[in-house]
């Protein structure tokens, strides 16, 4: 992947330091330099971290496939010949984000909104962008009737029409 290079910097980077430093060393997604930091308490092996990184991210795609889909061996072939696969060989602390937002599409189906807003803080912890999983459960849960189209579809021309002012204040809330 084209970040990994990157990746590798911050792994080495990252030290035995406190986990208060790590924190304010890392404003943003902290929770990747601590992965970083159990991972060389463990081992100082840069594979062996790609290769935790890669369970977290795939193995609850893989469980939630073979659960929710009636032919799961087909669909994790689609999921490897299509594109969100191949950022997972880039994108470590997204492909994260992604796995986590699994378990969180999981809690919100079980309704059990706590545990899905602490996974969502985790998965936040690992990418910013892991911030729009909160709209995951109010969109499960509601019911949408056929009265909801007209409106839809008019927030959904807004959106269009609009999107790079909607993009430019949403990215106001990242740093």
Not at 29 to 42: H, Q, R, V, Y
Request: with cysteine; charged share 10%; proline share 3%.
């Amino acid at each position: 992947g084209v970040d990994l290079h990157n990746y590798k910097i911050k792994f080495d980077e990252i030290s035995f330091s406190s986990l208060m430093t790590l924190f304010s060393n890392s404003t943003t997604e902290p929770a990747f330099g601590m992965l970083i930091m159990l991972s060389k308490l463990i081992t100082n092996s840069y594979q062996f971290f790609l290769c935790v990184c890669a369970i977290i991210s795939v193995v609850p795609i893989m469980v939630f496939y073979i659960k929710e889909s009636n032919h799961s061996v087909l669909t994790m072939a689609l999921f490897i010949g299509i594109a969100p696969f191949t950022i997972f060989f880039s994108g470590l602390r997204q492909s994260i984000a992604i796995g986590l937002g699994i378990i969180c599409y999981h809690y919100c189906k079980e309704k059990k909104l706590v545990f899905f807003l602490l996974s969502v803080f985790l998965a936040f912890l690992f990418h910013q962008s892991a911030i729009i999983l909160l709209l995951l459960y109010p969109l499960i849960h509601v019911r949408i009737t056929k009265k909801w189209i007209i409106p839809i579809a008019a927030v959904y021309a807004l959106c269009m029409i609009f999107n790079k002012q909607i993009f430019s204040v949403l990215l106001g809330f990242s740093d």
